[in-house]
């Protein structure tokens, strides 16, 4: 089963790639224009009502991992890895699982986090 389409947000060294669902835009536009404010307001009230849905959960640790919240994001791509795997569309031409993309989010984190030490 598909569920959403997953969205590069900008270049290949962002924290996580911002996910858009089918029937909403899950605050994929507010994440890549940066107003990472309002995208974390939409991506909370939609988590009230589809609480666990993988493209809400991803989107939501991108904008924690891009505001220095590490250890919140790092706990959303955990829970993602805990559900079941759900292809994502990452282009017209493209898919990847949700665990894949959470685990390229925890690497990234590792990585930002490892460079700052």
């Given at each position: 089963m598909?569920?959403?389409?997953?969205?590069?947000?900008?270049?290949?060294?962002?924290?996580?790639?911002?996910?858009q669902a089918q029937?909403?835009?899950v605050a994929s536009t507010?994440?890549?224009?940066?107003?990472?404010?309002?995208?974390?307001?939409k991506l909370l009230a939609e988590l009230r009502i589809y609480p666990g849905?993988?493209?809400?959960?991803?989107?939501?640790?991108?904008?924690?991992?891009?505001?220095?919240?590490?250890s919140e994001a790092r706990a959303l791509y955990t829970k993602v890895l805990s559900k079941d795997d759900?292809?994502?569309d990452i282009s017209a031409e493209q898919t990847a699982g949700s665990h894949m993309i959470a685990q390229r989010g925890l690497?990234?984190?590792d990585t930002v986090?490892?460079?700052?030490?």
């Open positions: 598909r569920f959403g389409l997953v969205i590069l947000a900008a270049a290949p060294l962002v924290a996580a790639f911002p996910a029937d909403s835009a507010q994440i890549v224009q940066g107003d990472y404010a309002a995208a974390e307001s849905r993988p493209e809400l959960l991803l989107n939501l640790a991108a904008v924690y991992a891009k505001t220095g919240r590490a759900v292809l994502m690497r990234r984190l986090q490892f460079s700052a030490r």
